[in-house]
């Protein structure tokens, strides 16, 4: 065997090798693992908040302090979507909805002993308005409660604020 017969079968065992390696460059980039939904951005185009992960949060900070878990409540989501869109209407956080939510409350059918609103605006993500509501006095006392036991919680988006964003929060103590 020469010098040149080696160099060919050199390059018949380099071809598939090199083959491997370029179909291995081909393939689907790996996917960076989501991250959880109560940082996932909501001041952005159809950005919702994730029920699920933003009541675990609260429950969680709750049971630190040993208050009872809440249950999320679709229609007191759906007063929250009304006093957040409400807000976004006017770019204001509002805290006269207080007054309406009694009315809204009755006329959805919900019974209460007592409720409690968080109204704030400008937070990108659950986790920041979460940490927000929590700095505040009242609305760190209305989300640790032990008396309130049902929660809804909604955002309306408004690109053209500087707020960006409106988030609502309604806790009530059920009769």
């Not at 598939?16 to 393939?27: E, I, K, N």
């Not at 969680?60 to 040993?66: F, I, K, P, V, W």
């Amino acid at each position: 065997m020469n010098l040149s017969s080696a160099f060919r079968i050199g390059r018949a065992g380099l071809a598939p090798a090199l083959a491997a390696l370029l179909a291995g460059c081909s393939a689907a980039p790996e996917v960076p693992p989501a991250q959880p939904a109560f940082y996932q951005r909501l001041d952005q185009s159809g950005g919702a908040v994730d029920p699920a992960s933003s009541l675990g949060m609260v429950n969680h900070y709750r049971a630190n302090l040993g208050a009872p878990p809440l249950v999320w409540d679709p229609a007191l989501a759906r007063i929250a979507e009304t006093q957040a869109r409400r807000m976004a209407a006017l770019d204001r956080v509002q805290s006269e909805q207080e007054a309406k939510l009694d009315g809204e409350l009755k006329a959805a059918g919900i019974g209460f002993r007592s409720y409690a609103s968080n109204l704030t605006a400008g937070y990108r993500t659950f986790a920041e308005a979460f940490s927000g509501w929590r700095e505040l006095k009242q609305h760190n006392a209305n989300m640790i409660d032990p008396r309130k036991t049902r929660i809804g919680l909604a955002t309306a988006q408004a690109p053209g604020s500087k707020y960006k964003i409106f988030w609502a929060m309604v806790l009530v103590e059920p009769m």
